[in-house]
């Protein structure tokens, strides 16, 4: 697949793609996914000494996002997404916005099972690095000191294999480990 073709089709006659034009069509996916970023970090800014997060600033900021996400999958920018929102160890909003799918137009709710590939790692990552710079956890922590119900296919690497490992790609998985196209909620609960 080309960079252009990645980006979408270009403006004609083989013409490519201008930046301001690749910015156009992935600013609101990037906006959103900073929004999502926005509440991973909001509770971890509240705590250790900074202006705590109080509920009206989590429920202005929900708003906020109820209004984007409207916004942007009545526009097309994203056909659908979920959202949840999580404050003080409570879900206190989730939904579902546009549809799962383009043709038969079945509507997003907050039950809705996204492959996300690698967009995991990032908002996952951040959220490692911030347990590793409060030093509750490292990068070279094993996974079953921290859940000792967790297993794989071979007892050496369910006791060695580090939380650096799976960010590294270095767990003996194979590619695409844990998703078999069918995003049915319990196929992926149970991977």
Wanted: with cysteine; glycine share 10%.
């Amino acid at each position: 697949m080309t960079f252009d073709r990645f980006l979408g089709e270009s403006k004609g006659k083989g013409e490519p793609q201008t930046f301001r034009d690749c910015y156009d069509r992935w600013s609101p996916f990037v906006n959103l996914l900073g929004l999502t970023m926005l509440f991973i970090t909001l509770p971890a800014q509240g705590q250790g000494g900074g202006t705590q997060t109080k509920l009206e600033q989590v429920n202005q900021a929900v708003r906020e996002t109820q209004r984007l996400c409207a916004d942007q999958t009545e526009k097309g920018a994203v056909p659908g997404l979920a959202i949840a929102v999580v404050f003080q160890d409570q879900v206190v909003y989730t939904a579902g916005f546009g549809v799962r799918d383009v043709n038969t137009r079945e509507p997003v709710n907050a039950d809705t099972v996204f492959q996300l590939a690698s967009l995991s790692k990032a908002i996952g990552s951040t959220v490692v690095a911030e347990f590793v710079g409060e030093g509750q956890i490292s990068w070279d922590s094993r996974i079953s000191d921290l859940d000792p119900a967790f297993t794989m296919h071979d007892p050496w690497v369910t006791r060695e294999i580090t939380i650096r490992d799976f960010y590294t790609h270095r767990s003996g998985l194979p590619a695409n480990a844990g998703g078999d196209g069918t995003f049915k909620r319990q196929s992926v609960e149970n991977k």
